[in-house]
């Protein structure tokens, strides 16, 4: 159901590579699972963090196939650099990677089971010790065949029969089909 995370990631890594002008340092991308728990995450910024959130409108359908609206997060990390003396620190080198992520998944397909990306919100931002966080969501809808990939063992048989209990106006008995 998380298939397309490494899709995702090998989406962002080749195209944050493209922007131009080339920041001077490059954001590292990887899912959050990398980063998870680590103390000081000021010191691998910038960083371009995925993040996979809920799931939404789970739908079945007759042919046995189920949709799922997806939604990832992409996160945004950048460090801050205080700057009290001339007090002219900003968020543009935020505002370069927001816009590089956006131009990178908004209308891309991660693979033949999914639609293809929207990008729907921006969240709230938030600053940390040290760095500050930028949390997009991203909408895909995941499609799932549930038909078992082997047939299941069970040898009950089933059949389907149909007992006609009018009777013919002829013969006056109830006639079995």
């Known amino acids: 159901m998380l298939t397309a995370e490494p899709l995702i990631l090998a989406r ?3 195209q944050l ?7 001077a340092v490059p954001p590292r991308v990887c899912s959050s ?3 998870a728990g680590t103390m000081d995450v000021a010191q691998y910024c910038p960083l371009v963090l995925l ?6 409108k789970a739908e079945r359908t007759p042919d046995d ?3 799922e609206t997806q939604l990832w ?3 945004v990390v950048v460090k801050n650099i205080p700057n009290t003396r001339d007090f002219n620190a900003d968020y ?4 370069v990677l927001l816009e590089a992520v956006v131009k990178a998944l908004e209308g891309w397909e991660p693979g033949a089971a999914f639609n293809a990306m929207r990008y729907t919100a921006r969240l709230e931002t938030e600053v940390g010790a040290g760095f500050s966080e930028f949390p997009m969501e991203f909408e895909v809808r995941f499609t799932l065949s549930t038909v078992p990939a082997v047939p299941s063992p069970d040898n009950f048989l089933t059949a389907n029969i149909t007992h006609d209990l009018n009777p013919p106006e002829a013969s006056g008995e109830p006639a079995a089909v």
């Open 12 to 14: 962002l890594t080749e």
């Open 17 to 23: 590579a493209l922007i131009s002008p080339a920041p």
């Open 33 to 35: 699972a990398t980063v």
């Open 51 to 56: 993040h996979p959130a809920r799931a939404e």
């Open 65 to 67: 196939l189920l949709y």
């Open 73 to 75: 997060k992409v996160v």
């Open 92 to 95: 543009q080198a935020a505002s």
